[in-house]
């Protein structure tokens, strides 16, 4: 119902004859309409709200949901990565890929198709260990030069596919074609996989940290070696050019001459060489040079060799005995807190109190419970030792009975003799 203001017998009466406007003060029905409009707007912002909320709730239960299950798969995935039947599976892999690549010297495409197989294998190993061990990958060096092989035999494997699917125009075509022109030596980098084996055999990762080890032992003999190699190597430019210059004729040669006489290989024809052509004298420096270089310097540095083995396998040994010590106290602690205290006597009673609290726990059973568990077995106790009672007067009834008659017996024979 619509309200207006004045009166509607006037409505006629305007001027210029047109009909008044007709002021609305207020209408009951938008009224209603408005409260109406107003709870619908509140009960549609409750209803979004519990929407939201559900659909929070939702979320955060599949996002939960999504986590359980992105945890039991990391965890499967730990447990793969670290099964000792993983690392011998990629043994395997290694020393079959070794084997191709020894193969692929002949052309053929299944070669190709083994060594791409196998760089899948070696590339599925990283990401699962980087998704399970993350930075702390890259802190073992093996890892790291697993990776370094992987990468480089991934980009061997890639640089074909860009080379074959490239499109590219006029300069920038032969700049990116130099930089790949590059890495065509990448390819040599295969041959590195075999290194991957030392990763999993100990024995050689001890001979390979002892020989980076021994390399600043080392770093001084090899400093004296090649400088008496360098004074010789200008005494023998000098005195012996004309008379095998061949061998001595430039300094470059010589130093590679005398860098022969290391393995002691060809000296005899070399003295023959210079002694045919008038220079009998060189054997003095030969005999010399092979003195210092070979039984003195070459010789340290192999001791040097020997003797960091011999501390490495001594560290190794001492850390076994120390891990055994510490195993071993451990197991002598468990078993001293295994081994029964010295106890003070005790009645029964006190025993089965005792058996009964080590058998019936609060955990399992409340106060109550446990005191009516240990009356009833006290009843049986004791009805028990009733028993026990009875039995033991009754057998002595049965021998009191038992030698009663053989007494009658024995007086009613006697009686029969008189």
């Known amino acids: 119902m619509i309200y207006y203001a004045g009166s509607t017998s006037h409505h006629k009466s305007s001027i210029g004859g047109k009909q008044p406007h007709k002021k609305r003060v207020f209408s009951t029905c938008e009224a209603l309409d408005g409260e109406m409009l107003k709870r619908l707007i509140q009960k549609d912002e409750q209803r979004r709200i519990k929407e939201q909320r559900n659909s929070r709730k939702g ?3 599949a996002w939960g949901a999504l986590q359980d299950w992105m945890h039991q798969l990391f965890r499967i995935i730990v447990a793969f990565t670290e099964d000792p039947m993983f690392d011998k599976f990629i043994l395997f892999v290694v020393v079959l890929n070794t084997g191709t690549l020894v193969a692929q010297t002949f052309e053929r495409w299944f070669f190709s198709a083994l060594d791409s197989a196998f760089l899948a294998i070696y590339l599925t190993e990283c990401v699962l260990k980087l998704l399970v061990w993350g930075r702390l990958y890259f802190k073992n060096p093996w890892n790291d030069l697993d990776f370094f092989i992987i990468t480089m035999s991934l980009i061997d494997f890639l640089l074909p596919l860009i080379e074959s699917a490239g499109n590219f125009s006029g300069g920038q075509a032969s700049t990116i074609f130099r930089i790949l022109k590059l890495f065509k030596g990448v390819r040599a980098i295969r041959a590195f996989r075999v290194l991957r084996t030392i990763r999993f055999l100990q024995n050689l990762q001890s001979i390979v940290s002892t020989c980076l080890q021994s390399l ?3 770093g001084a003999i090899i400093i004296l070696m090649f400088t008496f190699l360098f004074m010789f190597a200008v005494i023998f430019r000098e005195m012996f050019n004309e008379s095998d210059p061949h061998r001595f004729g430039t300094m ?15 000296w005899a024809f070399i003295y023959s060489t210079s002694r045919d052509n008038g220079a009998p004298h060189i054997i003095i420096f030969l005999v010399l040079y092979i003195v210092v270089e070979y039984f003195t310097f070459l010789n340290l540095f192999i001791a040097v060799l020997v003797d960091n083995f011999q501390m490495t396998i001594k560290r190794r040994m001492a850390s076994k005995i120390q891990k055994f010590q510490e195993v071993y106290e451990s197991e002598m602690q468990s078993m ?3 081994e029964p205290q010295p106890i003070e006597p005790q009645t029964d009673e006190e025993f089965y109190e005792e058996a009964l609290k080590l058998s019936y726990s609060e955990n399992k059973y409340g106060k109550r419970e446990i005191e009516l568990i240990t009356s009833y077995l006290r009843l049986l106790a004791a009805i028990d030792q009733n028993q026990q009672t009875f039995r033991s007067q009754g057998c002595v009834l049965e021998r009191l009975i038992d030698a009663f008659f053989e007494a009658t017996q024995e007086d009613i024979q006697g009686n029969d003799h008189e």
């Open 59 to 61: 979320w955060l239960r």
């Open 216 to 218: 600043q032992s080392m």
């Open 252 to 266: 470059f040669r010589t130093i590679f001459t005398l860098f022969q006489l290391l393995t002691l290989d060809d």
């Open 336 to 338: 001293k807190k295994l």
